[in-house]
Every structure is written in C-alpha cells, then in structure tokens.
C-alpha cells in the first residue's frame, strides 16, 4: 500500500476509487464504507487523516483505537491499495470545494467517491453530503453514501467502541469492529518484579493518543514468531507496587520463555477478567496473577 502524508499539487495516480473517513477503528461500520472502494472498476484508495497536535483534535473524548501501523494493516488486509494521510492541522481550515476540487478530484483523481451519511469536511466542518453530492455531479464523478451498520438497533460508530472499552466491555468492542480490539507496543523494561514472584511480564506503555481501556485484567493473545500465546494483560498503574506508574499494559504469557525485549508485540483482547485491585501483599498479588491466566487460557484455547 502507498502511503501519502501529505498532499502535494499532484500526483501520479490513476483512476481512483475513494473511501473517506478518519477510520480510526476500521470497525464494521467504516468496512462498509471501505469496501466500496474496493469492489469498484477504480485503484482503491482511502482518504484519511491524522490528529498532529492535541490542540486540534476535534472530536470529544477521542482516543485512539488502533495505532497507525495497525490501522494500515486492517486496510491493506482488506484491499486498500494507497491512502493519503495528511496531519489535520493542513487542511482543517481548507474550504470545502477547495478540498473536494484540489484534494479528491485533483491530486486522487477520484472517479468514485465513498463516504458515511454523516462525513463532514472543510473549515468548521462546513462540507457535507449535499455538497459532496453537488461536485460530484458536475465533474461525472459517482458518490455513493452508505448507511450506517446496525449493532443492537443502533449505529456501529468509533463513540460507542471508545466507550465500551472504557467500561471494559470488550465483547461489545469486538462485535462492533468486527476483530478483536488490538494494541501494539515495544517491550520495554521494568521492574522484574514479576520474574521474580514467578511469572515474568512483558511491558508495553502507551502512546499519549491511544485510548486507554479500563484498568484490569483482560484475556490477551500475542503472536509470536508465528505462534499464538495465551497471555493475562493488566492495564493499569500498578497500585501494589508502589505510585507514579504511568499507564501501562503488562502482560504474563503463559507457556513461553524468552527475551522479547525492544521486539514490536500486538496483543489482541479477547474479555475483560477483573478490575484493577490493589493487594495487601505480594503473595496475594501472585496467587490472583496466576489465577488469571489459567482464567485466561480455558477462555482462548479454541483460538490457539
């Protein structure tokens, strides 16, 4: 896949078919939308975007699903053949047929156009449908909206997901991207202390855009050199082991020794197992660990 950061006064681009969207979940509602650039007669593309500065995130309560690399992953597994991802900060102040005519007709060359009934675009968020519709027209370019996906009556939406996983709803976060949740992260070092208590960890923090689940326990998988682990992942700040921890997902993978140290890992979240709990002592912090993951691998042994 073809990655655009930013937008330039043309490009070498044929003939595309595009998907509009922030698909920062690429959940089922945003599949839908992506599929019909890719079923089209057109090279199919999806115009995206990235939040470059906290100032200018528009959206209230955002947080990232999935981080850009697992993003571009799930649009290349699905067909996706180029997206261009400028930082928002270059085009929230462009006018709406500015943005239509030089970036979607212009640079993608878009003969066809796909977007959600609610996509707005332009300075204020002053483009809408109507408009979309009203350009395309003119230039001969089709422009299909497609209607939102239904979960439980109402809309598959990025605000639902976010809120599921902050309530640590993590069945209902599944069902409405449609794959397991997923966060990605360098293993990094921390205390050892879990080595030492018998059941050594992975440590992977987040970055300052991630959404941050509930602290607690959750039922992971992680890939490993091609092969599937179980793991019990605790999000949160470590509250037995002393303060000043920043949020963090540790991980005990149950069966496996190695040094995973500096590798990139993706766990995927499977249930949410307890809140976070701080224990009167190391001993009991042990035993409830241990009994997690074997919590953990009766709930994922059909998946490995």
């Known amino acids: 896949m073809i990655l655009y950061d930013k937008i330039l006064p043309s490009s070498d681009l044929p003939d595309t078919a595009v998907a509009l969207g922030l698909f920062d979940g690429v959940h089922r509602g945003h599949q839908a939308v992506i599929q019909g650039a890719v ?5 199919p593309g999806v115009f995206s975007f990235r939040f470059d500065r906290h100032a200018v995130i528009t959206k209230k309560q955002y947080g990232r699903i999935l981080s850009p690399e697992l993003k571009r ?3 290349l597994k699905m067909g996706v053949r180029f997206m261009l991802e400028p930082p928002f900060s270059s085009i929230m102040t462009m ?12 640079f993608c060359h878009a003969k066809a156009l796909f977007c959600g009934e609610d996509f707005r675009f332009g300075k204020n968020a002053e483009g809408d449908v109507a408009l979309l519709e009203k350009c395309c027209r003119e ?8 209607p939102p996906v239904l979960e439980g009556g109402m809309p598959v939406s990025s605000t639902r997901i976010r809120s599921a996983l902050r309530e ?8 409405l991207l449609g794959f397991p949740y997923m966060t990605s992260g360098e293993v990094v070092h921390g205390r050892h202390l879990g080595a030492k208590l018998g059941f050594p960890t992975i440590n992977q923090l987040f970055s300052p855009d991630d959404l941050i689940p509930r602290f607690g326990v959750y ?11 179980v793991g019990a992942t605790d999000i949160g700040v470590k509250p037995t082991v002393g303060e000043g921890y920043a949020p963090a997902a540790e991980t005990y993978i149950l069966d496996f020794n190695g040094d995973l140290y500096g590798r990139k890992l993706t766990l995927s979240y499977h249930a949410f197992l307890r809140g976070e709990k701080k224990f009167a002592s190391l001993e009991e912090l042990t035993a409830t660990v241990l009994d997690n993951a074997e919590t953990a691998r009766e709930l994922l042994a059909d998946l490995i």
């Open 73 to 75: 992953e799930r649009l």
């Open 95 to 106: 006018q709406p047929e500015a943005f239509i005519h030089g970036v979607l007709f212009n």
């Open 219 to 229: 039922a992971t998988l992680v890939t490993i050199d091609g092969k599937k682990y």
């Open 168 to 175: 640590g709803d993590v069945a209902l976060a599944n069902r």
């Open 39 to 43: 079923d089209s007669d057109f090279l």
């Open 139 to 146: 230039e001969g370019v089709r422009l299909t909206i497609v």
